[in-house]
């Protein structure tokens, strides 16, 4: 067994985001971390060509690209652009190797209360990147944020609203994420799970902890595994239950944890993995 305790771990870049691409690399390599969950602007800043050579020298599996989405624009310019931004981050996904990219589906546009008006553009959105996103082997996953988020991030709070999305098209290339601190609240979250393992949608599984008090800014309120309310074998079991065997990333929004040295951070991490999961 490698230092991170479980060759499924995986640790999501923005977890310790004060790391540069290469000092986590690194550190990965010094703690026996295989897998890497990446997001687009540290590549940009990195360059793309030379972060996907930088972790597939070092032997790193990337286990998603962070992010894709903001979908839901209404004037027409605005969807044009948002569609071609998502054409690159496939292109991006494709050359760092990983077979998944992360949607995040967006909120509502400025003035608009239409939520579902907003669900179906995103809808529509999915028909155009889906067959994209198959011919050039990545698979598009919806990630549902917590309601708290729906005006102005993300208008799919549930599993349920993910894949009621995302079965309208091939599994191969829509399904959706499953995020422990976002779903943790949803009584229905299992039965939807097992939902998504019938028809093999389970394109990611992540873990953050529920902590409060929440911080002022809320996006940075995702709690290191372990120090908060969520059980996370059983919500591992669930996903396993539905038949997900792949890797399962820990990312963490956290000012407390960007603030200390990053490699600390990274195996404070792996150890907690270790001992919260099965």
């Known amino acids: 067994m490698s230092a991170s305790g479980s060759d499924r771990f995986s640790i999501n870049q923005m977890t310790v985001k004060q790391l540069s691409l290469p000092d986590l690399v690194a550190a990965c390599g010094d703690l026996g971390v295989r897998n890497v969950g990446l997001w687009r ?19 790193l599996t990337v286990t998603t690209l962070c992010r894709g989405g903001f979908l839901t624009a209404i004037d027409p310019r605005e969807r044009t652009e948002a569609l071609a931004d998502n054409r690159r981050a496939i292109d991006e996904a494709a050359t760092l190797g990983t077979d998944t990219l992360v949607l995040v589906s967006g909120g509502l546009p400025a003035g608009s209360k239409d939520l579902h008006g907003a669900r179906e553009r995103i809808a529509d959105a999915l028909g155009e990147l889906g067959p994209y996103a198959e011919r050039h082997g990545v698979r598009l996953a919806i990630e549902p944020l917590h309601p708290m988020f729906a005006s102005d991030r993300c208008v799919v709070s549930t599993l349920a609203q993910a894949l009621d999305l995302a079965e309208r098209f091939p599994a191969h290339q829509v399904g959706v994420a499953v995020d422990t601190y976002h779903i943790w609240w949803d009584d229905t979250a299992p039965a939807q799970i097992a939902r ?23 996006l940075t309120g995702r709690g290191q595994i372990g120090d908060g309310a969520i059980d996370m074998r059983v919500w591992q079991g669930y996903v396993e239950d539905a038949g997900y065997s792949g890797p399962i990333e820990v990312e963490l929004f956290n000012d407390g944890l960007w603030a200390r040295d990053g490699r600390e951070v990274l195996a404070e991490t792996a150890a907690r993995f270790t001992e919260h999961t099965r």
């Open 41 to 59: 602007e540290p590549v940009r800043a990195h360059g793309l060509e030379a972060t996907a050579k930088l972790v597939r020298d070092a032997g």
């Open 196 to 218: 998504a393992g019938r028809s093999g949608r389970i394109h990611t599984f992540q873990l953050a902890d529920w902590t409060t008090p929440l911080p002022e800014g809320v």
